[in-house]
């Protein structure tokens, strides 16, 4: 990892860890971009991606969630948010780190790339501050009916009633990570075929001590408590109408449901409230990391050419719907 790691306090007094990659002396700095991560990986996993844009000119930033990576603050906390409330504190940590990236960097345009869970992050911030950055790139996401979150919500608050807020929940587990998998099977060498085609990036996330690893109940709740929210058709009017917005997904990524569907249904949200400048790109064959696909360079320059028209570095983009 090349990037420079630094330690900042949240809300609620805790140690969040960062990871920020500055461009070389002589590249010329044109924007800024803040990374999301997803659920049970980590930021030192962008480390190519984020010397990418250090010499397309992109200052990154990017914070490990409370729970993951090096933002823990005991082993037993490994996928786990907090007490209460983890949502909004995981939230307001990616916040803080944005008003970090403000502070030390007024003239430039700030961006966020997220991904998995970390897109559902960025939809759910775009809809409080959205006015603060000048663009989003949502890498993986989806959507869930209200009724199922509910369902779903119903489900952890038992499971807490009996195992409490630290169990490693193995059935909401199998319930996501191991549902994802199905459509591999049978035959796929390891539980996280449905990531990549590339075998060497799925080697490296199972071989990761800090990757793949099964949260907690707590977790659990958490994250259903924010998908109600963000799932919510109410919450699309929230976001400002002039943000950017790319939408972007591997086509057999399960993520996004047969052919991207689950993707195309939260871009004809966005459409809906009248965003205006929102586009969706589908990755013929890819999986769910479409960083670590097999034609991620392909990818990297999507991103990368995307970025530069909301820069005003290029006069029409590349991507067509």
């Known amino acids: 990892m090349r990037g420079s790691r630094y330690t900042f306090k949240s809300e609620d007094y805790r140690d969040i860890s960062a990871v920020k990659w500055i461009p070389d002396d002589d590249t010329e700095v044109i924007g800024a971009v803040q990374i999301i991560h997803g659920m049970a990986e980590h930021m030192e996993r962008y480390d190519d991606f984020a010397l990418f844009l250090n010499r397309k000119g992109f200052v990154v930033i ?6 993951h ?74 959507n869930q009916k209200t009724f199922m979150v509910t369902v779903l919500q119903f489900l952890v608050k038992i499971e807490i009633l009996f195992r409490g807020l630290r169990h490693r929940s193995t059935f909401f587990d199998n319930l996501s990570f ?88 939260v871009y004809e949200n966005y459409r809906r409230v009248g965003i205006s400048d929102v586009t969706m790109e589908l990755n013929l064959g890819g999986r769910h990391e479409s960083l670590n696909e097999i034609n991620r360079d392909i990818v990297y320059d999507v991103f990368l050419q995307w970025l530069k028209v909301h820069v005003g570095k290029k006069d029409e983009i590349l991507i067509q719907e």
């Open 69 to 142: 990576g090096k933002s823990l603050e005991a082993e037993s906390d490994t996928g786990f948010f907090s007490e209460e409330n983890g949502w909004e504190k995981a939230l307001h940590d990616i916040r803080k780190v944005t008003l970090q990236l403000k502070e030390q960097h007024r003239e430039l345009p700030i961006f966020i790339i997220s991904h998995s869970m970390g897109s559902f992050f960025a939809r759910d911030y775009i809809s409080r501050w959205g006015d603060d950055i000048n663009g989003v790139i949502l890498s993986g996401t989806g």
């Open 62 to 67: 990017g914070n490990d969630h409370r729970g």
């Open 178 to 265: 191991g549902s994802f998998n199905k459509p591999f099977e049978p035959g796929a060498p390891t539980p996280f075929e449905w990531l990549s085609r590339d075998r060497v990036q799925v080697d490296k996330y199972v071989d990761d001590p800090l990757c793949g690893f099964i949260c907690t109940t707590a977790h659990f709740r958490d994250l259903a408590q924010g998908l109600k929210r963000v799932c919510d058709p109410s919450l699309y009017s929230q976001v400002p109408k002039n943000l950017p917005i790319l939408l972007f997904s591997g086509d057999e990524d399960p993520v996004g449901g047969a052919k991207g569907q689950l993707v195309r249904e």
